[in-house]
């Protein structure tokens, strides 16, 4: 079957250490979102991108998040400076136009 | 504000037994609703979705109903077993919305062998 594949699995950093994490999403997959998971919250759309470009990110918090697809195959997260209360599951989600959304297994984040 | 929320968070059932997990949704407007299931160390995974032109879809073992009078949505599944031991989120979509999903924040199923 095919994957949306994430990295790291698990990441656990310092506060103030920029975080970058990585997702690959099925090839043909032309739309790409970033959600954040937690137990208070839920899941959370930060940013979602089609055809490479960003077309929503108003859930992400501008000034210390930052997402970007530099190629079909890539799309990147990163949080610099990172936060206690960033800790979180991230999940990259791809899917092609009509089709189902496919999760990736998500990055487990803790900042301490 | 728009809201997706579960009546009850942990439910615990017999193998074999049939389960129904519930979901109450706020916005009238919403016209797309999922299922997903996640289980431990995962993603969410799609089980089941059903359009608002729509009451009633089943799958394999699985149904999930639409009353949109009172803004509520169930997944019922059939003789459950371990397997579907998971949490399970009912998520709404709003067509004008695009592909902005709301996530209630889950229920969580233990099977008891």
């Known amino acids: 079957d095919a994957r949306v594949t994430q990295t790291p699995r698990h990441k656990v950093t310092e506060m103030g250490q920029e975080v970058t994490m990585r997702c690959q999403p099925i090839l043909g997959h032309n739309t790409v979102f970033w959600y954040r998971q937690t137990m208070m919250q839920g899941l959370e759309l930060l940013a979602y991108f089609r055809n490479r470009a960003p077309l929503d990110d108003s859930g992400m918090p501008k000034d210390r998040f930052s997402a970007e697809m530099p190629d079909a195959t890539l799309a990147t997260l990163k949080i610099q400076p990172s936060e206690p209360r960033d800790s979180a599951v991230y999940f990259c989600?791809?899917?092609?136009?009509?089709?189902?959304?496919?999760f990736g297994s998500g990055t487990r984040l803790t900042v301490v | 504000g728009e809201s997706v929320g579960l009546h009850l968070p942990t439910l615990s059932v017999q193998e074999g037994d049939n389960s129904i997990i519930n979901c109450a949704y706020s916005n009238s407007a919403s016209d797309y609703f999922i299922w997903y299931k996640q289980e431990s160390g995962k993603g969410p995974q799609f089980i089941i979705d059903?359009?608002?032109?729509?009451d009633k879809r089943q799958g394999q073992r699985v149904t999930v109903l639409l009353n949109k009078t009172v803004k509520h949505l169930s997944l019922q599944i059939a003789a459950t077993q371990p397997g579907d031991s998971a949490v399970y989120f009912c998520a709404e979509n709003m067509g004008s919305r695009g592909n902005q999903f709301y996530f209630g924040t889950g229920t969580s199923l233990t099977v008891i062998p």
């Open positions: 059903i359009r608002s032109n729509m």
């Open positions: 989600a791809s899917v092609a136009t009509g089709g189902r959304k496919t």
